[in-house]
């Protein structure tokens, strides 16, 4: 695996919103996290190869038809019906997808329907979630019934794109749906909010699967949408965690349908943090000297957001602490990319980073869209090598 040591984290992550203790901790060595690789499953014993092909047998036709109705009727019908949203619990209940474990930002255990609902997602919000699985876009779709968006690693523009479309997505394949009509073009999410008022839009805004292991760098998707929308992160993780799809292609959804099917169940872990507003942060002019000057206040990371929440995550007091100045400016000399972002975009996005990375457990990484693509070419060629 040496010969993949490029695709691991290095420690450059965008330096903007992480701690002075962090940036020195972290900026030389790196946490040496692959995002890109498969995860193995489970250790078991060849016993149970029986029972796990008999229980692959029993739901593949139930899956099939379910799947079948789905696209025969149920999609058909209008958005938000409950027969659009049983069909979807339908196709995570068959593979023994029957735990979840949600919890959200500011809601104590229990307590959802005490006033909790108004921290949850809601039409004419955004979701940006982490992308790992298929399961991401059922689930997604079985409680919210969204609209789901394609992120490019070099637009702020989004391309709306069918359920079917967001499952190929998972394993970077062409929809063949997608053949039998035309795609939907190009639009921002300020103009996608205002044409679906009703509906929930879903963002990944990482632009592609990983292991569930990290964070990648986000695409410029999010700043498209207007200051006053609501974003919400959300972060799904699984249990048992090799259903996840790093790796694109068919055989993988051939692997992915096997190791889904023929396990006894598993959990979903999901987190929803507070939602955020895309404007810029307020500013306040002082004069002095006969002249003003700007100071920006209310620049919270996600884990400043979060530790200030009753009933929130709990985050390390030191990830409250902000560089000065100096070592801001420094910071964005060395690190900054010219990616033709403004730098209050870039903190927008940091702080959508940060908090998917706290209700994830996981860290951000400096690899995106473009090292996986450069991951799976060498990837693709060690497979052929083996052959």
């Known amino acids: 695996m040496e010969k993949y040591g490029q695709y691991r984290d290095k420690g450059n992550a965008p330096p903007q919103t992480r701690p002075a203790y962090r940036r020195m901790a972290n900026d030389s060595a790196g946490s040496g996290i692959a995002p890109f690789f498969p995860i193995s499953p489970p250790a078991t014993s060849p016993l149970l190869l029986p029972w796990h092909l008999f229980l692959f ?5 139930f899956i099939a ?3 079948f109705v789905w696209l025969g009727l149920i999609q058909w019908l209008p958005a938000g019906s409950a027969l659009r949203k049983a069909n979807q619990w339908c196709l995570l209940g068959i593979p023994g997808v029957w735990w979840v474990d949600i919890q959200i930002d500011g809601v104590r255990r229990g307590s959802l329907a005490q006033g909790g609902k108004r921290r949850l997602p809601y039409p004419g919000t955004i979701i940006a979630s982490s992308w790992t699985s ?3 876009v059922l689930y997604l779709a079985a409680i919210f019934d969204p609209i789901f968006t394609k992120s490019y690693k070099d637009s702020k523009l989004v391309r709306p794109i069918p359920q079917e479309g967001a499952l190929a997505g998972c394993f970077n394949i062409t929809d063949p749906f997608a053949l039998l009509k035309t795609s939907e073009p190009l639009t921002s999410l300020d103009n996608l909010v205002k044409q679906n008022p009703n509906r929930v839009i879903v963002v990944f805004p ?10 990648l760098k986000l695409t410029p998707s999010l700043t498209s949408a207007a200051p006053e929308t609501k974003v919400f992160p959300v972060s799904l993780k699984y249990t048992p965690s090799d259903v996840v799809t790093p790796i694109p292609g068919w055989l993988e959804g051939v692997r992915f349908i096997w190791r889904l099917n023929s396990a006894p169940s598993h959990c979903i872990r999901v987190r929803i943090g507070t939602a955020m507003l895309m404007a810029p942060p307020p500013t306040f002019s002082s004069g002095r000297t006969g002249g003003s000057q700007s100071t920006t206040s209310g620049r919270r990371s996600g884990a400043e957001r979060a530790s200030g929440a009753r009933g929130g ?3 390390n007091y030191f990830d409250t602490l902000r560089a000065s100045p100096a070592q801001k400016l420094g910071d964005e000399g060395e690190g900054g ?3 033709g972002l403004t730098s209050d975009e870039r903190q927008k ?3 959508v ?5 706290r209700l994830g457990r996981v860290k951000r990484v400096n690899l995106g869209v473009e090292e996986k693509a450069r991951f799976i070419e060498a990837w693709a060629k060690s497979a052929k090598s083996r052959k």
């Open 206 to 215: 990482e632009g592609t699967t990983s292991n569930g292991r990290s964070i």
């Open 134 to 136: 298929p399961l991401d």
């Open 313 to 315: 995550f709990e985050t």
């Open 337 to 339: 990319e010219d990616d």
């Open 57 to 61: 047998s029993i739901r593949i036709p």
């Open 353 to 357: 980073a940060d908090d998917l990375a």
């Open 349 to 351: 996005l940091d702080a």
């Open 65 to 67: 038809f379910a799947w």
